[in-house]
């Protein structure tokens, strides 16, 4: 993972990011039933084009700034929204679920129309979720899911289609073998269906006995400092793996620096998500087998268009209804992931436009020119 901290701050400012320093960790009081009314019927007349744009608040919170995936997401979003005339308010904490209660908290209060949130922990932030919607705010779940709340729509990629493209990578290079499971966070419900989908695919090869997972991890946060720890630990005790399956590229890449120190970079199979830069040069290198590419314009400019219409009160057709556990089947919209090998980074993030060729075969240029 690419640890650009001052590049992601300028990337922050130019989106007109807001800092939540020395908020309150609980969301205020949105007023009676009656004021919640006439705000949002105020909202709704305003979303129609009789008032000011439409303000989008879009609140992220991480377990680090350093994440190359969210930069993508809030710079391509916060673009498109604008391009169609509304407003957007970023709000970014690595500070856990209590600081995202106060960004959400600091969103209401600015009298955002609809908000977009890709939360710290899907189940913690519920009870602040409905006091939003109570506000007659309308709530997108971008790339997690929040569970146990009957949310307006829900956007991502298909998470266990992602597990089952790792399973089908893993299993076509080594179809017989010692695997380490390094699965995400627990918090985040899209481990869960990642695990699942990869499990799908692995599960036969396990009954069969040709393929032993030998070690299988739980991160409690997306962290590269955690993953090094809790790999680190596993290699203490035994390098015998012949494939790793990581949740994501981040944690793709702890295991690969591990390996490295060992000299094992490029012996043993790993895969990952997210075609993070450096990750994608590793792929090319031959030190990762494959990434998920998940085309992240496509679903950001979708994101970005969907809440539009959700401040507008205007249909916006899904593509499926999935369950969250909140009892209502909710508006969801599902983009489609992609395998990345060597053999056809060109014709998907080159392509794509995702990463220029220079900068993906940049260390191999470098090799031949010297």
């Known amino acids: 993972m690419m640890r650009k901290l001052s590049w992601l701050f300028v990337a922050l400012s130019m989106l007109g990011a807001f800092s939540v320093l020395g908020a309150s960790c609980g969301l205020k009081s949105a007023g009676t039933s009656a004021e919640r009314g006439a705000k949002a019927a105020e909202r709704k007349t305003e979303a129609s084009g009789a008032g000011k744009p439409i303000t ?48 959400i908290n600091f969103l209401v209060n600015r009298n955002i129309d609809v908000l977009v949130v890709i939360a710290h922990d899907t189940e913690m932030i519920g009870p602040a979720i409905r006091q939003v919607k109570s506000s007659g705010i309308p709530v997108v779940a971008y790339d997690r899911m929040v569970m146990g709340i009957p949310l307006d729509a829900y956007i991502s990629f298909d998470n266990q289609e992602v597990g089952r493209l790792f399973g089908k990578a893993l299993t076509e290079a080594v179809p017989e073998g010692k695997y380490l499971v390094v699965n995400g966070s627990i918090h985040d419900n899209n481990s869960f269906m990642v695990h699942d989908g990869l499990m799908e695919v692995l599960d036969p090869y396990v009954k069969s006995g040709k393929i032993a997972i030998t070690h299988e991890l739980w991160l409690d946060e997306w962290s590269s400092d955690e993953a090094l720890l809790k790999i680190g630990k596993v290699f203490e005790e035994t390098v015998d793996f012949d494939a790793i399956s990581c949740a994501n590229d981040q944690i793709a890449n702890a295991a690969i620096q591990l390996l490295s120190e060992r000299r094992l970079a490029g012996k043993i199979a790993v895969v990952g998500q997210d075609a993070d830069l450096i990750t994608c040069q590793r792929v090319v290198e031959g030190t990762q087998l494959m990434t998920v590419y998940k085309p992240i314009a496509k679903l950001a400019a979708r994101a970005a268009r969907l809440a539009i219409a959700l401040a507008k009160r205007t249909a916006f057709p899904y593509d499926t209804l999935l369950d969250n556990g909140s009892g209502n089947k909710i508006p969801s919209y599902i983009e489609k992931p992609t395998a990345v090998f060597k053999r056809n980074m060109d014709a998907t993030i080159i392509q794509d436009g995702f990463h220029a060729t220079e900068d993906v075969y940049r260390n191999i240029l470098h090799r031949v020119e010297n």
């Open 56 to 103: 989008i608040g879009f609140s992220i919170a991480t377990d680090t700034f350093i994440i190359e995936r969210w930069n993508k997401d809030m710079k391509i979003f916060s673009g498109a929204a604008r391009e169609l005339g509304a407003e957007v308010i970023v709000q970014l904490s690595a500070g856990g679920i209590k600081e995202q209660i106060a960004q």
